[in-house]
Protein backbone atom coordinates (compact mmCIF):
# COMPACT_ATOMS: atom_id res chain seq x y z
CA UNK A 1 0.00 0.00 0.00
CA UNK A 2 1.01 3.33 -1.18
CA UNK A 3 4.52 1.37 -2.41
CA UNK A 4 5.27 0.09 1.16
CA UNK A 5 5.20 -3.40 2.15
CA UNK A 6 2.04 -4.66 4.41
CA UNK A 7 2.86 -7.31 6.77
CA UNK A 8 -0.64 -9.25 8.01
CA UNK A 9 1.06 -11.70 10.42
CA UNK A 10 -1.70 -14.07 13.03
CA UNK A 11 -1.60 -11.39 15.83
CA UNK A 12 -0.59 -8.11 14.09
CA UNK A 13 -0.61 -6.30 11.22
CA UNK A 14 2.34 -3.87 10.51
CA UNK A 15 4.20 -1.69 7.34
CA UNK A 16 7.58 -1.83 6.54
CA UNK A 17 9.40 0.65 3.59
CA UNK A 18 10.49 -0.42 0.64
CA UNK A 19 12.77 0.93 -1.72
CA UNK A 20 14.09 3.83 0.34
CA UNK A 21 16.53 5.60 1.85
CA UNK A 22 15.75 4.37 4.87
CA UNK A 23 19.17 2.83 6.47
CA UNK A 24 21.08 6.00 7.87
CA UNK A 25 24.77 6.49 9.50
CA UNK A 26 25.21 8.17 12.71
CA UNK A 27 25.57 11.77 11.24
CA UNK A 28 22.76 11.22 9.38
CA UNK A 29 23.41 10.64 5.81
CA UNK A 30 22.45 7.91 3.62
CA UNK A 31 24.49 4.59 3.33
CA UNK A 32 24.67 3.04 -0.17
CA UNK A 33 23.75 -0.70 -0.63
CA UNK A 34 24.87 -2.93 -2.96
CA UNK A 35 21.37 -3.75 -4.05
CA UNK A 36 18.62 -1.06 -4.56
CA UNK A 37 15.88 -3.06 -2.45
CA UNK A 38 15.91 -2.12 0.89
CA UNK A 39 13.09 -3.64 3.64
CA UNK A 40 12.96 -0.45 6.63
CA UNK A 41 11.91 -0.48 9.93
CA UNK A 42 8.75 -2.49 10.47
CA UNK A 43 6.17 -0.36 12.04
CA UNK A 44 2.74 -2.01 13.59
CA UNK A 45 -0.32 -0.88 13.50
CA UNK A 46 -2.25 0.54 16.13
CA UNK A 47 -4.85 -2.04 17.27
CA UNK A 48 -4.04 -5.93 18.58
CA UNK A 49 -5.39 -7.13 15.44
CA UNK A 50 -3.95 -9.97 12.67
CA UNK A 51 -5.04 -12.52 9.73
CA UNK A 52 -5.80 -15.40 12.31
CA UNK A 53 -5.23 -18.62 10.08
CA UNK A 54 -7.42 -17.26 7.67
CA UNK A 55 -5.50 -15.37 4.97
CA UNK A 56 -8.81 -16.77 2.10
CA UNK A 57 -10.41 -13.71 4.16
CA UNK A 58 -8.12 -10.98 2.32
CA UNK A 59 -9.36 -8.86 -0.36
CA UNK A 60 -8.43 -5.69 -1.35
CA UNK A 61 -9.37 -2.73 -3.87
CA UNK A 62 -7.99 0.63 -4.17
CA UNK A 63 -6.54 1.72 -0.81
CA UNK A 64 -8.09 -0.78 1.54
CA UNK A 65 -7.77 -3.86 2.52
CA UNK A 66 -10.18 -6.47 3.84
CA UNK A 67 -9.43 -9.02 6.60
CA UNK A 68 -10.77 -11.26 9.35
CA UNK A 69 -9.29 -12.15 12.76
CA UNK A 70 -11.41 -15.23 13.69
CA UNK A 71 -9.07 -15.38 17.29
CA UNK A 72 -11.01 -11.67 18.35
CA UNK A 73 -14.02 -12.61 16.29
CA UNK A 74 -13.57 -9.37 14.18
CA UNK A 75 -14.16 -8.60 10.61
CA UNK A 76 -11.56 -5.54 9.63
CA UNK A 77 -10.91 -2.64 7.14
CA UNK A 78 -7.01 -1.50 6.73
CA UNK A 79 -7.05 2.02 4.91
CA UNK A 80 -5.37 5.10 5.01
CA UNK A 81 -6.59 6.25 8.48
CA UNK A 82 -5.50 2.52 10.16
CA UNK A 83 -6.96 -0.60 11.29
CA UNK A 84 -10.76 -0.15 11.35
CA UNK A 85 -13.14 -3.01 13.19
CA UNK A 86 -16.17 -3.14 10.80
CA UNK A 87 -18.34 -6.32 12.46
CA UNK A 88 -18.73 -3.73 15.34
CA UNK A 89 -21.13 -1.38 13.05
CA UNK A 90 -23.78 -3.55 13.95
CA UNK A 91 -22.81 -6.61 13.58
CA UNK A 92 -20.28 -7.58 16.57
CA UNK A 93 -22.58 -10.29 18.00
CA UNK A 94 -23.35 -12.16 14.73
CA UNK A 95 -19.79 -12.58 14.12
CA UNK A 96 -19.15 -13.80 17.67
CA UNK A 97 -21.51 -16.32 17.20
CA UNK A 98 -21.02 -17.55 13.61
CA UNK A 99 -17.01 -17.88 13.84
CA UNK A 100 -17.63 -20.61 16.61
CA UNK A 101 -19.59 -22.16 13.65
CA UNK A 102 -17.42 -21.71 10.94
CA UNK A 103 -14.18 -23.35 9.45
CA UNK A 104 -13.15 -20.78 6.36
CA UNK A 105 -13.71 -17.04 5.85
CA UNK A 106 -13.46 -16.59 2.31
CA UNK A 107 -13.39 -12.84 1.42
CA UNK A 108 -13.40 -11.05 -2.11
CA UNK A 109 -14.32 -7.51 -3.54
CA UNK A 110 -17.32 -7.26 -5.68
CA UNK A 111 -16.11 -4.55 -8.20
CA UNK A 112 -19.53 -3.93 -9.64
CA UNK A 113 -21.38 -3.85 -6.41
CA UNK A 114 -18.04 -2.30 -4.35
CA UNK A 115 -18.85 -4.36 -1.25
CA UNK A 116 -16.45 -6.59 0.68
CA UNK A 117 -18.21 -9.96 0.00
CA UNK A 118 -17.73 -12.46 3.09
CA UNK A 119 -18.91 -16.01 3.10
CA UNK A 120 -18.22 -17.90 6.39
CA UNK A 121 -18.03 -22.06 5.65
CA UNK A 122 -19.93 -23.40 8.76
CA UNK A 123 -18.97 -27.02 10.27
CA UNK A 124 -22.50 -28.31 9.66
CA UNK A 125 -25.81 -27.16 8.36
CA UNK A 126 -27.73 -24.53 10.35
CA UNK A 127 -31.45 -22.73 9.58
CA UNK A 128 -30.68 -20.34 7.41
CA UNK A 129 -31.69 -16.76 8.88
CA UNK A 130 -34.11 -18.27 11.28
CA UNK A 131 -37.04 -18.55 8.40
CA UNK A 132 -39.36 -20.96 7.55
CA UNK A 133 -41.42 -21.55 4.43
CA UNK A 134 -44.56 -23.14 3.36
CA UNK A 135 -43.74 -25.81 0.50
CA UNK A 136 -47.49 -25.32 -0.80
CA UNK A 137 -50.29 -22.97 -1.35
CA UNK A 138 -52.42 -24.25 2.18
CA UNK A 139 -49.02 -23.86 4.50
CA UNK A 140 -49.73 -27.43 5.85
CA UNK A 141 -46.26 -28.42 5.41
CA UNK A 142 -43.48 -25.83 7.07
CA UNK A 143 -40.08 -26.08 5.19
CA UNK A 144 -36.77 -24.59 6.98
CA UNK A 145 -34.38 -24.44 4.71
CA UNK A 146 -30.79 -25.32 5.67
CA UNK A 147 -27.28 -24.16 5.02
CA UNK A 148 -23.72 -24.90 5.54
CA UNK A 149 -22.50 -21.70 4.39
CA UNK A 150 -23.56 -17.79 5.36
CA UNK A 151 -22.76 -14.44 2.98
CA UNK A 152 -23.28 -11.05 3.62
CA UNK A 153 -21.33 -7.80 2.23
CA UNK A 154 -19.99 -4.62 3.80
CA UNK A 155 -20.88 -1.40 1.88
CA UNK A 156 -18.16 1.31 2.44
CA UNK A 157 -21.22 3.92 1.10
CA UNK A 158 -23.39 3.08 4.22
CA UNK A 159 -20.29 2.24 6.44
CA UNK A 160 -22.46 -1.14 7.62
CA UNK A 161 -23.35 -4.35 6.55
CA UNK A 162 -25.85 -4.32 3.79
CA UNK A 163 -26.76 -7.58 2.26
CA UNK A 164 -26.71 -11.48 3.63
CA UNK A 165 -27.02 -13.37 0.27
CA UNK A 166 -28.71 -16.99 -0.45
CA UNK A 167 -25.50 -18.12 -2.61
CA UNK A 168 -22.12 -19.45 -1.62
CA UNK A 169 -19.32 -18.08 -4.12
CA UNK A 170 -16.84 -20.36 -5.46
CA UNK A 171 -14.81 -17.40 -6.72
CA UNK A 172 -14.17 -14.19 -6.51
Given at each position: ????????Q???VS???I??D???????????T??????????P??G???????????????F?R??????R??V????R?????????????F???EFKK?N???G?F????????L??????D?????Q??S??S?????V?P?????T??????????S??????P???
Amino acid sequence: MDNNLTIFQENKVSQALIDKDAIYSAEGTPLSTASNVVIGQVSPYVGDYGISRNPESFASFGFRRYFVDRDRNAVLRLSRDGITEISSYGMRSFFRDEFKKANKAYGMFDIHSKSYILSLSLDKDYDYNNQTYSNDSFGNSIVVPQTNYKTLSFDDKVNGWSSFYTFDPTFG
